[in-house]
């Protein structure tokens, strides 16, 4: 099966910019997770679907960062504007459903602000 | 509070040689899940063993061991005949959760080097 699709892999702003990241999950997988990994520390939850509907969106920063998964596949994460300290590692993940434990990764986008 | 603790920033292993990556957790949740990602250089999450709280053996996939010590709550990887291949960041983590579903959270890492 197909992995985790996500694009683009690298990513460089500037501070105060806007920059949007897309993920397709594994077909049929209903949850769909966002994670920020900053270097050197493990991911962070940001927000996590199940189908279109947002589960938890707790430590997503909503003043500046949003999410949408329009028809519960695809999914976009946006920064508006970006600051130093995004500069991370954004991971989609996606999971059958909310109580499955087999995440699926994607490879990331890098994203570098300056 | 961390969730997750891995103390370990950095482990050199020989090749062919076991090693074992510390992991603590800390949960008040009966129910929960750890588990053990690898990290390569090329980013991705790859899933390597999963220990369930009410598991009462030790998880095993090839050469992954986990190491499930309840009562300490800790939750060691074990990977045993080591490999270059084997040279990546790997994070610990928990699965807790309820009737809105399970969240995971990830410890900080550890960054395996093997030699040759």
């Known amino acids: 099966e197909a992995g985790v699709a996500q694009s683009p892999r690298y990513k460089i702003i500037e501070k105060r910019q806007s920059v949007a990241f897309w993920c397709n999950p594994i077909?049929?997988?209903?949850?769909l997770y966002w994670y920020q990994q900053i270097l050197g520390q493990g991911p962070k939850l940001l927000i996590q679907f199940q189908n279109n509907g947002v589960v938890d969106d707790s430590q997503l920063p909503k003043d500046r960062f949003s999410a949408e998964r329009l028809k519960g596949v695809d999914s976009t994460l946006k920064i508006q504007p970006a600051k130093l300290e995004d500069s991370a590692v954004y991971l989609c993940?996606?999971?059958?459903?909310?109580?499955?434990?087999?995440?699926?990764f994607g490879s990331g986008t890098r994203l570098t602000v300056v | 509070a961390q969730k997750i603790t891995q103390t370990q920033p950095g482990m050199f292993v020989q090749e062919k040689e076991a090693v074992t990556l510390d992991c603590t957790y800390d949960?008040?949740?009966?129910?929960?899940?750890l588990f053990w990602y690898k990290q390569p250089s090329s980013g991705e999450m790859i899933f390597l063993i999963y220990q369930g709280s009410y598991d009462e053996q030790n998880a095993t996939e090839g050469r992954y061991s986990l190491n499930f010590q309840k009562a300490r709550k800790s939750a060691n990887l074990v990977i045993s005949a080591s490999q270059l291949g084997d040279s990546a960041m790997y994070f610990c983590a928990m699965r807790e959760g309820g009737a809105g579903g399970f969240k995971t959270i990830f410890g900080a890492g550890t960054r395996l080097f093997v030699k040759a």
């Open positions: 949960t008040s949740d009966q129910s929960y899940g």
């Open positions: 993940a996606s999971s059958l459903d909310r109580f499955s434990y087999g995440y699926t």
């Open positions: 077909s049929g997988h209903a949850t």
